[in-house]
């Protein structure tokens, strides 16, 4: 039996144990052999880390490498594709699941309102946070009207902004 057919026959064996042996050191062990000169012992690689789910992160980039290659195997293309994309479905579900609080009132906040929080102010809040209505500043941007001469000698015109703060003192409310 030559060894890379021992090799095709180990990794079926060890990705059948995942939940079971320790998956970092099965993940650390398939890497390399990502990059095997044998495309079948590619092929059991990449099916194997695909059934590590979240501990396989770490080959991603190996893994669309394959899957964009025009010279590979056409069965390591599309199983590479497939596990990257079952491995980013599962980090995926896995940041779905952690409990994120509010920083403001300490709130389990939802996914969608981190991811939300996250792309607008790079912190956690809740959809009912409390902002300190002296401190927020209000932008509008105003579009010319039609026929006004709001334009430029371009031909374009340039949208108003204004920036709105409330006044000391003053109970204004934001919505």
């Not at 095997?36 to 990449?46: E, G």
């Amino acid at each position: 039996m030559s060894s890379a057919q021992a090799r095709r026959l180990a990794i079926p064996a060890i990705g059948k144990l995942a939940g079971l042996a320790d998956p970092k050191k099965a993940v650390s062990a398939f890497a390399p052999l990502l990059n095997d000169p044998h495309p079948q012992v590619r092929q059991y690689t990449i099916k194997a880390l695909s059934a590590y789910g979240t501990e396989a992160a770490e080959t991603l980039g190996d893994l669309q490498d394959i899957a964009d290659n025009p010279v590979e195997k056409e069965y390591n293309r599309r199983d590479a594709a497939l596990a990257e994309n079952n491995i980013r479905e599962a980090l995926r579900i896995k940041e779905e699941q952690i409990e994120h609080t509010c920083i403001k009132c300490a709130k389990i906040v939802n996914h969608g309102e981190y991811v939300r929080s996250q792309k607008m102010f790079q912190r956690i809040y809740c959809n009912f946070a409390t902002f300190d209505k002296k401190s927020v500043f209000l932008v509008s941007i105003h579009a010319p009207h039609a026929g006004s001469d709001g334009g430029s000698s371009t031909g374009f015109s340039t949208p108003a902004v204004s920036i709105h703060a409330p006044h000391a003192g003053s109970d204004d409310t934001v919505e």
